[in-house]
């Protein structure tokens, strides 16, 4: 008995139906003033169309094939040995968090009261994981240039319970991260590298994200390449990278992918924890987890993306010198600097209006705004002035001097492959004019 071509001549049609889609879809042409320039967006083309309809053809509705091969090339990208996909980037950040207070780590975990160096001026999911798992964050000041902290700042802020290092790649701009595990080596400190925002960075000619005990990425729109949603930890420790997989997957102690079901070969001959001999191990659970699972849709589409990225990257690249070779001579501005030995992968391109040019940040941004170009804060500046923070446990490492101008002055426009050279050079020439104009 033959199997019936049917389907497979059904779904080579409705693909070829959504190049012929995706080809007639109004590419819209720039018009300067009225097209929106966003600060961030999916660059999405024919083949990543393409891989999300195959993917819901054949109904991969939970992780599977693609998923599992997206974790082994990305693991691959980094030089390590494990990549597990999430649902966010957010959840990344908590997972990472979280497995460094497993019991597992036995007098290595992370225990409520322990503190987590982190930095003022960033993004609240780098710091919420630090304070939804009882620990204490320790608030250190970033430079005004490259935006990130330093290694000194680091060091100095190390104090008797200081227990792990987490902090972001800021806008792409690698931190001095060998430096900083270094630090984190000689004071046997947890290293988590936040590297949402840097994806195809690389500090001393390895990737961001390969320094630290682990690292997380984030695969939302804004970002370098995109699921829609998600995000994935990264680990060359496999102790760590089983914590994280039970965490993910509502802190069952099994390791067998979906569909399996004796990975082990002890499923009912294993004594867990106070259970019964032999209690089936597929629902023995180990941590306090969650379920922070993504979809093969997700992975089908990230696949697609993720054969990009040096592309993406190179646009980033190009993007950002334009904007800073277009902007030197501009008075009034401070304007960003790579971080010394690294070769960043911009997310965007920071700016500070200085506080003593003649002319406001909110002045230069409702300028660009009513052109349609969108800005963007350095995310929530300093983070101890927000409401959510005011009453948290914390300690803070000397002045935050800078991550308080940068909550008053500064601001960043986009620089990601979907703006073309016209684009970005528009918000070269409309920078120049307001600030020109009003010196």
Excluded at 84 to 95: C, D, Q, R, V
């Amino acid at each position: 008995m033959t199997s019936d071509p049917r389907p497979k001549e059904h779904k080579a049609r409705i693909l070829d139906l959504v190049r012929e889609y995706h080809a007639a879809v109004d590419h819209s042409t720039f018009v300067p003033g009225v097209t929106s320039l966003l600060a961030s967006g999916a660059v999405l083309d024919e083949t990543d169309r393409v891989a999300l309809v195959e993917a819901a053809l054949d109904l991969r509705i939970a992780a599977g094939v693609s998923s599992r091969t997206f974790e082994r090339e990305f693991a691959k990208l980094f030089g390590v040995r494990k990549a597990h996909l999430t649902n966010s980037g957010s959840s990344a950040n908590l997972l990472a968090l979280t497995a460094l207070t497993s019991p597992q780590l036995e007098e290595y975990r992370l225990r409520p009261g322990d503190e987590v160096i982190t930095v003022a001026a960033g993004f609240p999911t780098t710091v919420n994981p630090i304070i939804q798992n009882g620990l204490v964050p320790v608030f250190v000041d970033v430079d005004l240039m490259t935006y990130n902290t330093t290694p000194e700042r680091v060091a100095a802020a190390v104090g008797p319970r200081t227990r792990a290092v987490m902090m972001a790649h800021t806008l792409g701009n690698p931190f001095a991260v060998a430096e900083v595990a270094e630090i984190a080596e000689e004071h046997n400190l947890f290293l988590i590298e936040d590297n949402c925002d840097a994806l195809g960075s690389t500090y001393r000619g390895r990737p961001t994200g390969s320094f630290g005990d682990l690292a997380t990425v984030s695969f939302y729109p804004a970002h370098h390449i995109t699921m829609g949603e998600g995000g994935c930890v990264v680990t060359d420790n496999l102790a760590l990278a089983r914590v994280v997989e039970s965490l993910r997957d509502w802190g069952r102690d099994c390791w067998c992918e979906p569909g399996e079901d004796n990975r082990c070969f002890k499923r009912f001959d294993q004594q867990l924890g106070d259970l019964p001999h032999g209690y089936d191990h597929k629902y023995v659970f180990s941590h306090v987890g969650y379920n922070l699972k993504s979809t093969d849709l997700q992975a089908a589409l990230g696949l697609s993306q993720l054969r990009r990225l040096p592309d993406f990257g190179a646009a980033r690249r190009r993007n950002w010198r334009h904007l800073h070779e277009a902007l030197l001579d501009v008075p009034g501005l401070l304007l960003p600097e790579p971080t010394p030995e690294s070769d960043p992968s911009w997310f965007g391109f920071v700016i500070t209006v200085l506080p003593d040019a003649p002319y406001t940040r909110r002045g230069l941004v409702d300028f660009l705004e009513a052109r349609h170009i969108s800005t963007r804060r350095l995310f929530g500046g300093n983070l101890l002035r927000h409401p959510a923070y005011l009453d948290r446990p914390h300690r803070v490492s000397g002045p935050l001097t800078n991550s308080d101008v940068i909550t008053e002055h500064t601001f960043w426009v986009g620089v990601y492959p979907g703006l073309s050279e016209d684009m970005i050079g528009y918000i070269a020439d409309s920078i120049r004019e307001y600030a020109l104009k009003s010196s």
